[in-house]
């Protein structure tokens, strides 16, 4: 079964600060796809990045930056300069395998992120 | 481009009645998934529907059902609704790759069910 974990539970950050959000996921397929989602106070979810588990490069994107470490199961997101539009919950999810257009994700429980002024 | 659209936004019933929710995929998204989020949770799989057919359901009683369209649009039943069946229900709809993987799920704006 795929379990994902976000112990943060509440971050609260000053405008300009970099902040990390922890993700720690279990599963017991070799190919797998790892997700950050953000959602507003308006509800709707939007897709970040995806990741592979063949590919452990990490990227940067923008002030967004990632750090994918398959030794230990962990998918961290950085918001580098945060911002107040930054603020919401943040979703780390888990997609197994992926392909027969079967690829349910499993989400951890968010991240609420506070950037004040 | 249009986005992923549901409907109702909002509903309130009550406890017994039925609920139909409906969601409109991104144009030409084949794949359609539902996900239940209660308040201060992270969304719950519910189905996911490709080409009309079910490729797979979460762990929901069966009072739950869905079915996907022609059009790729999809409906979400729920009968003899129970307080705890109050949430946001997410739809989010993908592509496939030429090698049948799944893409990046977009989700619209959700429906909230209140069940009084």
């Known amino acids: 079964a795929q379990k994902v974990t976000q112990a943060q539970t509440e971050i609260s950050v000053v405008e300009k600060e970099d902040v990390t959000l922890d993700c720690v996921y279990e599963?017991?397929?070799?190919?797998?796809?790892l997700f950050w989602y953000k959602q507003p106070p308006s509800g709707e979810l939007v897709f970040l990045i995806r990741?592979?588990?063949?590919?452990?490069q990490n990227e940067i994107s923008g002030r967004y930056s990632w750090n994918f470490q398959k030794s230990t199961s962990s998918f961290n997101f950085t918001i580098t300069a945060s911002q107040v539009v930054d603020s919401a919950v943040y979703f780390c999810?888990?997609?197994?395998?992926?392909?027969?257009?079967?690829?349910?994700?499993?989400f951890g429980k968010g991240i609420t992120l506070s950037v004040r002024p | 481009d249009a986005g992923v659209t549901q409907s109702p936004t909002h509903l309130i019933k009550t406890r017994g009645q039925h609920v139909t929710l409906r969601c409109s995929p991104i144009?030409?998204?084949?794949?359609v998934s539902w996900y239940q989020q209660v308040l201060g949770q992270g969304p719950q799989f519910i189905f996911q529907?490709?080409?009309?057919?079910?490729?797979g359901r979460g762990n929901f009683p069966d009072r739950f059902s869905a079915r996907q369209f022609p059009n790729y649009s999809s409906e979400l039943n729920v009968n003899a609704l129970l307080l705890g069946d109050s949430a946001l229900y997410l739809c989010?709809?993908?592509?496939?790759?030429?090698?049948?993987?799944?893409?990046?799920?977009?989700f619209g704006p959700g429906t909230r069910l209140t069940v009084t």
């Open positions: 990741r592979n588990s063949f590919d452990e």
């Open positions: 599963t017991r397929d070799t190919t797998y796809y």
């Open positions: 529907y490709y080409e009309k057919e079910e490729r």
């Open positions: 999810a888990l997609s197994e395998g992926g392909t027969g257009a079967n690829s349910k994700l499993t």
């Open positions: 989010a709809s993908s592509t496939l790759s030429r090698s049948g993987y799944n893409y990046e799920q977009y």
């Open positions: 144009s030409g998204h084949k794949s």
